[in-house]
């Protein structure tokens, strides 16, 4: 019998990423969003009066692909453009109904994290420890 390949961390955290992703596709769906959309819309949030090219660049898409996805969340009435007239740059922001949306997608997240905590509790604490750890400049 072949022996196992070493253990990889990069293969290891792609495998959880995928299941965790499709986890969330699940819960996000009854929403109307997908991971790709919920982060474009958190980024909106984030920060009010982006542009659709400062946008394209923080999800690391091309600004047609901002731009589309944006005009399907102003038809949805989740954002809208404070720009006063046309050749104006942009300034998105989340309407009402996207904070609520992205409220719901916040409680389903939550919930997610809540299951996974209740069944791998030291993996997670173990998790979180050293994200903060990567993210502070540690490690």
Do not use: C, N
């Not at 390949?5 to 992703?21: H, Q």
């Amino acid at each position: 019998m072949p022996e196992p390949p070493p253990f990889s961390p990069t293969i290891a955290l792609l495998t959880i990423s995928r299941v965790w992703e499709a986890a969330l596709t699940d819960a996000l769906k009854p929403l109307g969003l997908t991971t790709r959309k919920y982060g474009l819309l958190g980024h909106i949030r984030g920060t009010p009066g982006i542009s659709f090219s400062e946008l394209a660049r923080r999800s690391r898409i091309t600004a047609q692909s901002a731009h589309t996805a944006v005009m399907a969340f102003m038809e949805a009435g989740l954002v809208d453009d404070g720009t006063a007239h046309a050749g104006s740059a942009s300034k998105l922001r989340v309407t009402a109904k996207g904070e609520s949306i992205l409220a719901e997608a916040g409680q389903e997240v939550s919930r997610l994290d809540a299951e996974f905590a209740a069944r791998h509790p030291d993996l997670t604490e173990s998790l979180r420890a050293q994200m903060l750890e990567l993210m502070s400049g540690g490690g």
